[in-house]
């Protein structure tokens, strides 16, 4: 009988919770809102969190998990009291108790649910599109690519979150320039851009020693449970740009989040399904004459 993970698991949980928040969305019960973001958010984070422990062992993951946690809320208390870098912004109650007086402490907690799958993503891409030789590319060059190309992934999600959550109540946008994202000021991407690009240095000089056994596990044809954070950002990707077209912040927003989200979640979508097509071909029997 095959064992299933902690993380498989979790992984479930977030799938099966993202209907159930658009669903509950359209109730318009603040209280209600707030339960099922916290649900979304708790699965995918516990989701990533386990899966890193699975794959990297549990010191790593608490230092990446820390590094997360410090950066983010860091930068989130000087954006919030001191209008630094994301924009001039407040957050409610609807996330419950603050850290500092200003930052929910949710919010430095959940950054770790999307850096982890946006950071394989980008070794994914990296793998098979830019670094050939790895006995020969220096390691400076694969980490300066990953870290640029994943702060652009998990900054790409933000373009379907913040209107949502602004929109629910959970924080509030002042003194909003005319040229704005639907509401949101154009800094406060750069602020996510930033926040992520620096979480992302700490966490390549946590894994610069191992990074040319980390790139043998990024096969195409790799396994199933090396994929699973792939698989989220490709479903988190899919989905919140069927749900904003359907349920959240209209068929604009969700043409942005599925063009800027695909930049990344496409080819790696395209990168899996090659890889189980090349499996399913290793693992097919050859005809007998």
Same mark, same amino acid.
């Given at each position: ?8 698991l979790?992984? /479930? ?13 359209l109730t ?20 990533? @969190?386990?899966?890193?422990?699975? =794959? ?5 993951s @608490? ?25 001039t912004?407040?957050? =409610? ?32 891409l990296?793998t ?10 220096p390691?400076?060059?694969?980490h ?18 913040d ?61 199933l449970q ?9 479903? =988190? ?12 912040? /209209? ?6 989040v ?6 990344? /979640?496409?080819p ?9 097509r ?7 029997p050859?005809p007998?004459?």
């Amino acid at each position: 009988m095959r064992t299933i993970r902690g993380s498989q698991l979790f992984l /479930g949980l977030y799938l099966l919770s993202m209907p159930v928040y658009c669903l509950i969305r359209l109730t318009g019960d603040g209280a209600l809102i707030a339960l099922s973001t916290a649900a979304t958010a708790t699965s995918l984070f516990a989701f990533s @969190l386990l899966h890193c422990i699975e =794959t990297r062992g549990a010191p790593r993951s @608490l230092l990446m998990l820390s590094a997360g946690f410090g950066i983010a809320l860091t930068m989130e208390y000087l954006g919030s009291a001191h209008d630094i870098l994301f924009g001039t912004y407040d957050y =409610t109650n609807l996330l419950g108790p603050k850290v500092l007086g200003h930052v929910p402490i949710i919010i430095p907690i959940a950054w770790f649910m999307m850096l982890y799958p946006s950071w394989e993503v980008a070794g994914l891409l990296i793998t098979r599109y830019a670094i050939r030789d790895t006995q020969h590319e220096p390691a400076i060059a694969y980490h300066v690519l990953r870290v640029i190309i994943a702060a652009l992934a998990m900054t790409a999600w933000d373009l379907s979150l913040d209107p949502r959550m602004a929109a629910d109540g959970a924080w509030v946008w002042q003194n909003v320039p005319a040229l704005n994202y639907f509401g949101i000021p154009l800094s406060n991407f750069a602020g996510w851009f930033v926040t992520s690009a620096l979480i992302y240095c700490v966490w390549a000089l946590l894994e610069i020693r191992d990074w040319r056994s980390e790139i043998k596990s990024k096969s195409p044809i790799s396994n199933l449970q090396s994929q699973l954070p792939i698989w989220a950002y490709v479903i =988190t990707w899919i989905g919140e740009s069927m749900a904003n077209a359907l349920f959240w912040s /209209g068929p604009a927003v969700a043409a942005w989040v599925f063009v800027a989200m695909g930049l990344f /979640g496409g080819p790696a979508l395209w990168l899996l399904l090659k890889g189980q097509r090349a499996e399913h071909a290793v693992a097919r029997p050859t005809p007998a004459r």
